[in-house]
């Protein structure tokens, strides 16, 4: 006895991870990038509005993502996700008071060197 094997007649199935979205369909339609873009924006404005230093502006992001994580963490998990980010809301609040006038900046010195 001889057995064969016919082939089928539906499209092979596709193996991996997630599922195949069509195009143009998000495949992330909880809007991840929406959410965090709104959370970067209002830490920055809590921060002043103003410019932010690179080191800055990591920091913001990882609050942000940290606060999108703390979303759908187990409670235990959420509680530590908010006492990191207190702790880097501080380091930046702190590091924004740090940044006033301690001396000349780079303009006035090269205009001073300039006129004298």
Known sequence: ???TIEPSSEPPRRRGLGRPFKPGQSGYPGGGRRA???IVDELTA???GGPLLPSQRLMVEQVADL???SRKAPATEAVR???ATAKLL???KADQGEQRDDGPTLGSILKGAHDG
Do not use: D, Q
Request: avoid cysteine; glycine fraction near 6%; hydrophobic fraction near 55%.
């Open 90 to 92: 501080a380091l930046l």
């Open 81 to 83: 996700i908010a006492n």
């Open 1 to 3: 006895m001889s057995a």
């Open 46 to 48: 809590e921060l002043g």
């Open 36 to 38: 965090f873009r709104k």
């Open 67 to 69: 606060k999108l994580r």
